[in-house]
């Protein structure tokens, strides 16, 4: 073997590591509280941006949650706790303002006090799109004004926010970053390419050799990102790091209960809440466990049923609102700006 099969791919992973140490925060490896006062369902798109689904699924069942731990929904099963049949949601109060307030409009356009509605059947009722698809344009707004607090006054910041507000608008997916415009991954293609070109095949395994370093460097190579999002990022997974090994410290007894009480919302806003239930079922004992379930809808000893939250709504109510909205915004952009006409 060449010296150069050797030091490329050494090149090219010490970009790798040069770009992780550039995002480095120095805050700690884990954080034992929420980083920021944001709302639950926002940090659950947002963190499913950043895994790259972008999915609204995450954040629909967190809103419910989120209302449930609020004393505005109260929420019961039909059927068995671990393989519900339905969901029913009943309106204990009203919300002030924000996302709560859109989302409560979706489930009850009535707004009455005491209203009880099947998730089975508001999903099957596609006159309410137009509701969630507000209550999502407004979530997705909310993100989009908070990523953006911090761009200042440049044209490149300006840039930005009109085209996230602009996405926003018209339903897209919230798009965190390209790892394609790092610095570092551009280096990397370059040392590719430049190797190639002055090797001229003589080097035997060089070729495949730098095409699956290449590879494997830039799957993991991190997204370049604006600093401010990337440090709110980097607090976030701290404090999803802290849910996910809260059983290995030695206060874990007592980290459970505030988990299991005070963090279960944030568990599923970052898609863990699984590994928190058997966090706990492992460091309590089951009679504990049952005395902080207390009959109440987000404390059964079970959550295998959050998926009933999200399904009947987001395949029958937001995707297609999502599209029509999409489908409208070019209707309107090619009647505007020139481009081909409907008839």
Do not use: C
């Amino acid at each position: 073997m060449s010296l150069s099969t050797v030091l490329v791919p050494l090149v090219m992973f010490a970009f790798l590591a040069l770009a992780i140490y550039r995002d480095r925060w120095a805050g700690g490896r884990r954080l034992e509280h929420p980083p920021e006062e944001s709302h639950p369902a926002e940090v659950a798109y947002l963190w499913s941006a950043y895994a790259g689904n972008g999915s609204p699924d995450p954040a629909v069942r967190t809103q419910l949650l989120h209302l449930a731990e609020s004393g505005v929904l109260e929420l019961r099963t039909v059927g068995s706790l671990s393989d519900p049949q339905d969901l029913i949601v009943r309106l204990s109060d009203a919300p002030m303002l924000g996302p709560d307030a859109d989302f409560v409009a979706f489930l009850f356009p009535t707004g009455r006090i005491g209203d009880e509605v099947s998730l089975r059947a508001v999903g099957a009722d596609r006159s309410r799109s137009e509701r969630l698809r507000g209550w999502f344009v407004g979530l997705r707004l909310k993100i989009q004004e908070s990523l953006t607090a911090e761009e200042g006054a440049s044209l490149l910041g300006l840039i930005r926010t009109m085209r996230g507000w602009g996405d926003a608008m018209i339903g897209r997916k919230l798009q965190l970053g390209n790892k394609w415009t790092r610095p570092e991954a551009i280096y990397v293609l370059i040392v590719a390419i430049a190797v190639q070109i002055l090797d001229r095949g003589r080097t035997p395994w060089l070729l495949p050799v730098t095409v699956v370093a290449g590879l494997v460097v830039l799957v993991l190579m991190p997204r370049q990102l604006p600093r401010a999002v990337r440090v709110r990022l980097a607090r976030w997974r701290a404090f999803r790091r802290y849910l996910r090994e809260f059983a290995s410290l030695p206060e874990a007894p007592a980290a459970a209960v505030i988990v299991w009480e005070r963090y279960l919302v944030y568990a599923v806003a970052l898609d863990i809440a699984g590994e928190v239930e058997d966090q706990v079922r492992e460091v309590l004992p089951d009679r504990k466990v049952a005395s902080m379930a207390g009959g109440g809808p987000l404390r059964f000893l079970g959550l295998g049923w959050l998926g009933m939250l999200t399904n009947p709504l987001t395949a029958t109510q937001l995707a297609p609102a999502m599209r029509s909205l999409s489908e409208h915004a070019q209707r309107v952009a090619s009647r505007y700006l020139g481009g081909p006409h409907e008839h």
